[in-house]
């Protein structure tokens, strides 16, 4: 229950965020558009719980804010330390008149309305930071409008990790782009760290897949202690889509198939051919069997089982081929 609470409550939902837009050149004047310095407003829900938490496992209250038609909708998860003033009783008891604020670097949101144990309801208004504003049309980000500052300050997309990204060569990046890569966990040390491994540059829609897919550095180091590489970047997307692992390529390598490619490898685990099934196939005598032998062998059925039964019929299987073609065409052969 808490960790589905919590991974939606992370993911901000992505609801709303379609409309970001792109962002403008870089503008040196830093002057904010009138429209992006107006406050915004509408109506907050939000529900806690002692045992909803987060993966730094501190309480957070899940918030559910909508602007007026319902134009706008974030769900998002709060730390409760976060939120200035919010009664303690709002987790389980009953507040009539609760007043509380969450500040961001974007701007602050103050909350008024009530809690009945754990359950809140009410009306909130946001004020961007005209500091804010300033620094992000310094990066090129002008033409903001209010209910863009208001996402990015739901994302907590602040002008430093705006700044570090810049700073380790992501440059003229879309607003969607800059949210998306907040989303996902995407940091400057973490392009950094990726360029060191020789993987750069990299743009924006790669580093996000990366993230999704659980690409990390650590992960690319741990292929290349294995003896893979070199590999692109789609190359290790792949592998981890496909639940390769540096311990398989390890066992692997102790059955006497070292380097394999990321292709044979993905094709391995597409196929179901792992570590276990190669040593039963050798077991059986099929000693000679290559990879591709392998594959074929999974493709059409034959495994440990099969091999067995069709000698205990009095068939005569001494190659991978034999099985194979047993396995497509029908017992054909005779008794030797």
């Known amino acids: 229950m808490r960790a589905r609470m919590w991974v939606a409550g992370l993911a901000v939902a992505l609801i709303g965020l379609v409309s970001l837009g792109n962002a403008g050149r870089l503008d040196l004047d830093g002057q904010a558009p009138a429209a992006a310095t107006a406050p915004q407003s509408g109506s907050w829900t939000a529900k806690t719980h002692p045992e ?45 008149d609760a007043h509380f604020t969450l500040t961001r670097d974007a701007g602050a949101f103050r909350f008024t309305g009530a809690f009945d144990r754990g359950e809140g309801a009410g009306r909130f208004t946001f004020a961007p930071s005209s500091a804010y504003l300033s620094a992000m049309a310094q990066f090129g980000y002008r033409d903001l409008s209010g209910e863009q500052v208001m996402r990015l300050a739901v994302l907590d997309v602040t002008t430093a990790f705006t700044r570090e990204l810049r700073d380790a060569g992501q440059t003229g990046l879309a607003l969607d782009q800059l949210t998306r890569m907040k989303i996902h966990g995407v940091t ?35 292929f290349q202690q294995a003896g893979l590489g070199p590999l692109t970047a789609e190359d290790v997307v792949r592998l981890r889509i496909h639940g390769v692992t540096p311990d398989e390529i390890d066992a692997l390598a102790a059955l006497g198939m070292r380097g394999l490619s990321a292709d044979e490898l993905v094709k391995f685990r597409i196929h179901g051919v792992r570590p276990a099934f190669i040593r039963e196939i050798r077991g059986l005598g099929f000693t000679t069997a290559d990879e591709d032998d392998f594959v074929k062998m999974r493709i059409h059925g034959v495994d440990a089982a099969f091999v067995t039964s069709a000698r205990a019929d009095g068939l005569t299987l001494t190659t991978a081929d034999d099985a194979v073609d047993l396995a497509i065409h029908g017992r054909r052969w005779r008794t030797r």
Do not use: M
Request: charge should be neutral; hydrophobic fraction near 45%; proline fraction near 8%.
């Open 52 to 96: 909803w938490k987060g993966d730094d496992v501190v309480p957070r209250l899940q918030l559910s804010l909508r602007t007026p038609e319902g134009r706008d909708h974030w769900g998002f998860g709060v730390p409760v330390a976060e939120l200035t003033d919010l009664p303690a009783a709002a987790r389980a008891g009953v507040v009539k």
């Open 188 to 222: 400057g040390a973490n392009v950094r760290e990726l360029a060191a491994l020789g993987y750069a540059p990299l743009d924006a829609d790669t580093l996000v897949r990366l993230r999704i897919h659980g690409a990390s550095p650590d992960v690319i180091r741990g």
